[in-house]
T-cell receptor, first 115, second 113 residues
C-alpha cells in the first residue's frame, strides 16, 4: 500500500488567484495522478504525472489552468490557476503502488472553495 | 459518454441486511475493477478489487461478483453495519494503467441501526 498526504487540506481562495496543492507519498512511485471531485459527484482524472516528463492531461483540462510538477518519485504539485467559483472542488492525489498488477491509492484530498 | 454506470444512486439498508450495488462498463479493454469506500471529508479508500479471470472475490463481509459476458460487476455487503454508511464508487481501468481509472457516479449507502 501507499500512504499519501496532501497540503493544504482545505482552503478558501479569492477569484483570480492561484493555489498550489502538494502531494507527498511515503514510497517511490512511477506514476502519480490528480483527480477532481466536485461536490457530491464522482471523480474525474485531470492528469497523469510521470517523473522526469511533462504531465499528460485528460480532455477538458489544460496545462495553463492546471500546471503540474513532478520533481522526484515521491512528490508532486498541482496548481489551480486563475481560479473561478467553478473550480471549487476536492482535488485528490493518487498513485499506483504495490507489485504488479498495481493498485490505486488516494490521498485525503484538498477541499478548495473559490469565492 | 459515460463508460461506467453505477446504480443505485442511494441505498438504505437495515442493520444486518445485504447491500448490493451494481456497475456496468462498456470498454472491453478494462481488466481491473476496484471498489472504493469514501467517508465524508476523506479520500476514497480501496475496498476490494477483481480481475476478469475470476467471477467472484470475497474479503470478509464484502464480495464482488463479476459477469464478463454482460460487462457487469457488483458489490455485496453482507451483514451491513451502520459503520458501513459511506459513499461507494466502482471503477474500471486496465491492469497496465491502474491509476488511470474511470469511476461510476457513486452510491450513498445508509445503514439504519
Amino acid at each position: 500500500s501507499a500512504v499519501i498526504s496532501q497540503k493544504p487540506s482545505r482552503d478558501i481562495c479569492q477569484r483570480g488567484t492561484s493555489l498550489t496543492i502538494q502531494c507527498q507519498v511515503d514510497s517511490q512511485v512511477t506514476m502519480m495522478f490528480w483527480y477532481r471531485q466536485q461536490p457530491g459527484q464522482s471523480l474525474t482524472l485531470i492528469a497523469t504525472a510521470n517523473q522526469g516528463s511533462e504531465a499528460t492531461y485528460e480532455s477538458g483540462f489544460v496545462i495553463d489552468k492546471f500546471p503540474i510538477s513532478r520533481p522526484n518519485l515521491t512528490f508532486s504539485t498541482l496548481t489551480v490557476s486563475n481560479m473561478s467559483p467553478e473550480d471549487s472542488s476536492i482535488y485528490l492525489c493518487s498513485v499506483e503502488a504495490g507489485t504488479a498488477p498495481y493498485e490505486q491509492y488516494f490521498g485525503p484530498g484538498t477541499r478548495l472553495t473559490v469565492t | 459518454q459515460q463508460q461506467v454506470k453505477q446504480s443505485p444512486q442511494s441505498l438504505i439498508v437495515q442493520k444486518g441486511g445485504i447491500s448490493i450495488i451494481n456497475c456496468a462498463y462498456e470498454n472491453t479493454a478494462f481488466d481491473y475493477f476496484p471498489w472504493y469506500q469514501q467517508f465524508p471529508g476523506k479520500g476514497p479508500a480501496l475496498l476490494i478489487a477483481i480481475r476478469p479471470d475470476v467471477s467472484e472475490k470475497k474479503e470478509g463481509r464484502f464480495t464482488i461478483s463479476f459477469n464478463k459476458s454482460a460487462k457487469q460487476f457488483s458489490l455485496h455487503i453482507m451483514d451491513s453495519q451502520p459503520g458501513d454508511s459511506a459513499t461507494y464508487f466502482c471503477a474500471a481501468s486496465s491492469r497496465t494503467n491502474a491509476g488511470k481509472s474511470t469511476f461510476g457516479d457513486g452510491t450513498t449507502l445508509t445503514v439504519k441501526p
